[in-house]
């Protein structure tokens, strides 16, 4: 049975394209991580950080989804 | 949605034709139905809510008066006092993309923030503004703000390549932001259920029980998908007060 290399190396390469995910991963453990330390030092200022910490994420978060979005172009485009 | 070929994920962001003949005349599609959704839905809310103009605010006007406030501290917390003449533009752009996500998350909806075309004429028209607001407020001096202040003068031929691509990406950024994040989430959905339908026609009784599981996922996914809608409509709000304070102030 012949293996069609082209879409091997694509499938590869979108699965390869998404490793991008493990460092949105490792900011928003820092992000929370960081979080939860600073509202144990001052838990009086849990309310004003915690819009800062949801800013945080979501900016975070999309640098995963950078990565989904290479993928899904090797994918289907 | 599980065919024998696996899971058509993308199937979902398909556009069609709305509103019958008259619709397909004029290529009215479903995404445009949306959007046209979305407006009538924000003016009603706030030509119903402030109909009343109560002086102890009933519920719609509470909810009114809460969004705009929430808003216009936004705006005049990042841009400053000259924040007020873009708070308009800034609560349309939320209030749009806020309604168009939501929308987006019922059934039978469609997403039209899951377009790139959409998230990218926004972008484009959010960067083009605060590059004129820019050029408007500083004339051609607004270009001494690709060489930030302090920075040793050899440094420069490195720095000022770098801020301009920075610049100029800008609209990328914030487009794909917004399309990755509720494209990403539609999929994700799409995935779960696909897993249910393959789990029960291919295991049977067992896997009716198993598809309970990505039946929760998607649960979870939804109450995700809500926080993510407004974080995204709060997020692209917040960058456009950034741009515009850069705009205005010069770092």
């Known amino acids: 049975m012949a293996i069609d290399t082209l879409l091997l190396a694509r499938d590869v390469g979108a699965g390869l394209a998404t490793i991008g995910v493990a460092g949105a991963g490792v900011g928003i453990g820092n992000l929370f991580g960081a979080f939860v330390g600073a509202v144990g030092r001052n838990p009086a200022a849990r309310d004003k950080m915690f819009r800062d910490v949801l800013l945080g994420f979501a900016l975070t978060e999309a640098v995963a989804l950078y990565a989904l979005v290479i993928a899904l172009i090797i994918l289907f485009a | ?251």
């Open chain 2, 1 to 251: 949605m599980a065919q024998e070929s696996g899971i058509n994920a993308l199937g979902q962001f398909q556009l069609t034709t709305g509103f019958g003949a008259f619709g397909k005349a004029i290529e009215f599609t479903n995404s445009n139905e949306m959007m046209l959704l979305a407006a009538v839905i924000v003016t009603s809310l706030f030509v119903v809510a402030l109909r009343q103009r109560a002086l102890v605010p009933g519920r719609m006007q509470g909810l009114a008066e809460i969004s705009y406030e929430f808003v216009h501290n936004m705006v005049l917390d990042t841009i400053g006092e000259e924040g007020k003449r873009f708070f308009p533009f800034v609560f349309t752009l939320f209030a749009f993309i806020l309604i168009g996500n939501i929308l987006g998350l019922f059934p039978y909806f469609f997403a039209f923030t899951s377009h790139i075309a959409i998230t990218g004429a926004l972008a484009l028209f959010v960067f083009a503004l605060s590059t004129l607001v820019g050029f408007w407020y500083h004339g051609i001096g607004f270009l001494k703000f690709f060489s930030p202040p302090g920075v040793p003068g050899w440094l420069l031929p490195l720095l000022i390549p770098i801020e301009i691509v920075s610049f100029l990406s800008r609209p990328i950024s914030l487009s794909v932001r917004l399309f990755a994040n509720i494209t990403a989430g539609h999929v994700m959905w799409e995935v779960f259920a696909g897993f249910m339908l393959m789990l029960v026609s291919g295991l049977g009784a067992v896997g009716v029980v198993a598809a309970i599981i990505p039946l929760g996922l998607n649960i979870a996914l939804t109450a995700l998908e809500f926080l993510v809608a407004f974080l995204q409509a709060y997020v692209f709000a917040i960058l456009t007060c950034l741009y515009l304070h850069d705009a205005i102030h010069m770092h």
